[in-house]
């Protein structure tokens, strides 16, 4: 029998990452982690939201076999106007702090450029203040807003819509992945240094339906994902040495 008592323990997790379903309950593939970034409710009012997250979304939770961890998002303002109606649901709720899980240090927070007055806005220098309580050690963390350059494109106004200084915050800290959503059309899977950015959003433009949850397998040690969940293609090494990309060049 192989000894393998000397190795170092790999935590290895496969990770579904999911945004702004916008009412849409779609079924999850199997994963270890469901990481949701926000945009939740069909609805917008915060007795029309409770009634949904009441009758669809907690019964949603409660089917799911893998952890579930999630933040807020511009459409959910229940969690910002109400928090204390927010019903007790079968996941991990992070609102500008972080727990550890499986061996990964997880953050979230929902805040977003201001955009009209949804929930969540917010200006740059009150961002930049949140996201100075990110720690230096946080592995994955769980955004609504894309950071500024990354899967934040606007189609509507042909501009970059992210915060700037959660892009300095993310280079700063190089967790390993990233999730966010928020710009639909931003869906896609991008690099800022060594950390993988996720843009999981799963309606277009038009809030229909459009695209795949996004899967992923991380090592912990390796910082790796190593399988395209695009194609199933192998992610390959990039000659810089953390980088890996698809080996038919989906979406990267
Ligand atoms: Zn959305
Ligand atoms: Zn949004």
């Known amino acids: 029998m192989e000894d393998t008592s000397g190795e ?29 970034a926000g945009d939740y409710t069909p609805t917008s009012g915060v007795r029309k939201e409770l009634a949904w997250f009441n009758k669809f979304f907690a019964p949603w939770l409660e089917e799911q076999t893998a952890k579930v961890i999630g933040v ?19 996941w991990t709720y992070l609102q500008d702090n972080g727990i550890t899980w499986n061996g990964f240090n997880i953050w979230g927070s929902p805040w977003q450029p201001r955009f009209w007055d949804w929930a969540f806005n917010a200006d740059e220098k009150f961002m930049e203040h949140k996201w100075s ?3 230096e050690d946080t592995d994955i963390l769980i955004l609504h ?4 350059g990354y899967g934040d494109f606007s189609i509507y106004g042909e501009e970059h819509t992210g915060s700037p200084s959660l ?17 639909h059309s931003g869906y896609g899977i991008y690099h800022i240094g060594e950390t993988i950015m996720v843009n999981a959003s799963y309606v277009d433009e038009q809030y229909l339906a459009a695209n795949e949850p996004v899967v992923l397998t991380i090592n912990k040690r ?15 090494q990039t000659d810089g040495g953390s980088l890996f990309i698809c080996s038919q060049g989906c979406l990267i």
């Not at 807020?72 to 109400?82: C, I, P, V």
């Not at 892009?167 to 710009?183: C, D, F, M, S, Y």
């Open 222 to 236: 390796d910082k790796l994902a190593s399988v395209c969940q695009f194609c199933g293609s192998p992610l390959i």
């Open 167 to 183: 892009t300095k915050r993310i280079e700063e800290i190089k967790p390993q992945l990233v999730v966010a959503g928020h710009i």
């Open 133 to 135: 309580l990110i720690p």
């Open 8 to 36: 170092e323990e790999i935590c290895i997790m496969k990770i579904c990452c999911l945004s702004d379903i916008h009412g849409f309950l779609p079924k999850i593939p199997e994963c270890d982690l469901l990481i949701l």
């Open 145 to 148: 807003g894309p950071p500024h």
């Open 72 to 90: 807020a998002g511009n459409h959910d303002s229940l969690f910002e106007k109400a928090p204390e109606l927010v019903p007790q649901m079968n």
